[in-house]
């Protein structure tokens, strides 16, 4: 076969080399007959092609059908590689391939939906263009999810789920190395696991049923199970019905559950080495993709410590006491008491990744395990990024009696979940575990403003296409 170099790979080094790239027609110009450039993208990086007519090589008719091209045509180039004087604007590399040939493999329609080099500016450079009197269309969020194949071809699509992808990768990774087995419980499942109406309900062979809204009970009953740490990545379900920034109707879930030993602070020890761990990589393995991303979405790096911030749902109460804000000592945090409490942590802490625990039981699913010197609270947590919930962990019930005494006040139908209670009584292990939505993991950690665009067909209350 023949030798393809990667379009993200093309470099000085390879100076006068002969290659061959398959790729993106982005653009193609005309300069006179004789001369065009086509800048050719492959997964985000761009290179400029240079084509001139000389006897034997490149024709006029080459040219031609060149500068004839369709915009995002999948076309094979095959040329030199040479180093400009100058740098190149318009494209990623700064080496541009002198043309023998070109091919075109899948022509596109000539008028795209989506234009790819506008898609993939910066606000601030949209509306400096905007100024300048340039020729440009604003691509609004419903129009890059309604094409979002082509809006995925943008850089910083190409960053955020590589990026994505390295979540999961490194989420596993860390697990494995700490003696946790990866399962995979039911998505088709008799109720609701969370306690919640956010379920989407269905026919199951003429018995109701509900797509799983989370793994919670199944990976509880993994622990009775004996398997002692248990990890799962897969699709979570939730029927929202309110659309927000940061809720979809369908998530990935990275969900954990261990036996504990002495106290919950075992699972936060958990979450803290694995989010250091994380963040870490992330920032060593993604610098090209955290770059894309950010050069249309510009970001600052998260501010995180080596040994996570733990405070007490109290402590954080205090806090914004004193800011001049009064919470329900006893109550949930709403959404922008969560942000506040973000900015105030910053300001004293210096970190923007923090876990809060020890939330009032009352507002903790029925599952949770309250406090044994106050039932008031629970031994439960959530974690924040930038001031948003990225994870709910807490210490489970495993004393089958109380968990259907709780799973009663808490307006649950028992015979609904009696498999699962009846789980404990064969002798059950003290335990607890977490849940971290994967989409908003990316969105914080990238600073972006939206879960949509760390989806990548999302499913919110409006939309289930493409
Ligand atoms: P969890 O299921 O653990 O609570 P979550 O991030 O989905 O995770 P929600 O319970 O949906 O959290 O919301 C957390 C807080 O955000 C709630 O206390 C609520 O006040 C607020 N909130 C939820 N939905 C909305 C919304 N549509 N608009 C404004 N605030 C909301
Ligand atoms: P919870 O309901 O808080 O907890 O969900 C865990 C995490 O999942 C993410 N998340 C969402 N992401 C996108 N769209 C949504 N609609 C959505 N809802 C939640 C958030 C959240 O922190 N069983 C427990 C976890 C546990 O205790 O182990 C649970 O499901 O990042």
């Not at 004087?85 to 590399?93: L, M, V």
Request: glycine share 8%; proline share 5%.
């Amino acid at each position: 076969g023949r030798e393809w170099t990667e379009v993200g790979s093309l470099a000085e080094g390879l100076e006068g080399r002969t290659v061959l790239v398959r790729g993106r027609a982005q653009t193609v110009r005309a300069v006179s007959k004789k001369m065009a450039f086509l800048i050719v993208r492959e997964k985000g990086f761009t290179v400029q092609c240079v084509l001139s007519v000389s006897p034997d090589v490149v024709s006029l008719g080459m040219v031609k059908f060149t500068t004839g091209l369709s915009r995002e045509s999948y076309v094979d180039v095959e040329g030199t590689v040479s180093v400009p004087n100058s740098p190149i604007k318009g494209a990623s590399q700064q080496v541009e391939i002198q043309v023998r040939k070109v091919y075109c493999i899948s022509k596109a329609v000539p008028a795209l939906p989506i234009n790819i080099e506008d898609a993939a500016r910066s606000e601030l450079e949209i509306d400096k263009a905007l100024q300048a009197g340039e020729q440009l269309v604003r691509v609004n969020q419903d129009t890059r999810l309604n094409f979002r194949v082509l809006d995925l071809r943008t850089p910083s699509n190409q960053g955020i789920f590589r990026v994505q992808c390295q979540v999961e990768n490194i989420f596993r990774q860390f697990l494995l190395s700490e003696g946790f087995v990866g399962i995979h419980t039911p998505k088709l499942i008799a109720g609701s696991s969370e306690g919640g109406s956010a379920v989407f309900r269905l026919d199951y062979k003429g018995q109701p049923a509900c797509l799983a809204q989370s793994p919670q009970l199944h990976k509880q009953m993994a622990i009775c199970g004996d398997f002692g740490r248990v990890f799962e990545v897969g699709p979570v379900f939730r029927a929202e019905d309110s659309f927000t920034h940061r809720h979809l109707c369908e998530f990935t879930g990275l969900d954990v559950e261990m036996e504990i030993k002495e106290h919950y602070s075992e699972v936060m020890d958990i979450v803290d080495r694995l989010f250091v761990e994380l963040f870490d990589r992330l920032n060593e393995r993604c610098q090209k993709e955290l770059e894309a991303i950010g050069k249309q979405y510009p970001f600052e790096p998260l501010k995180y410590l080596r040994k996570t911030l733990r405070l007490t749902f109290q402590e954080g109460v205090q806090l914004l006491k004193e800011a001049g804000i009064e919470i329900d000592p006893l109550g949930d945090l709403n959404t922008e008491s969560e942000r506040k409490l973000g900015q105030l942590v910053l300001e004293k802490y210096g970190t923007e990744f923090y876990i809060l625990h020890h939330y009032p039981l009352a507002v903790r699913p029925f599952y949770t395990m309250p406090c044994s010197d106050d039932p008031t609270y629970s031994n439960s947590f959530d974690v924040f990024i930038r001031g948003e919930e990225i994870i709910s962990g807490a210490q489970r019930v495993h004393l089958p009696d109380f968990l259907a005494t709780r799973a009663e006040a808490c307006g649950i139908d028992v015979k609904t979940i009696s498999t699962y209670v009846d789980s404990f009584r064969y002798g059950a292990p003290p335990h607890g575990g977490f849940g971290v939505g994967l989409e908003r993991v990316v969105m914080l950690f990238c600073a972006l403003n939206n879960i949509r665009k760390t989806s990548l067909f999302p499913r919110d209350p409006l939309r289930i296409a493409p």
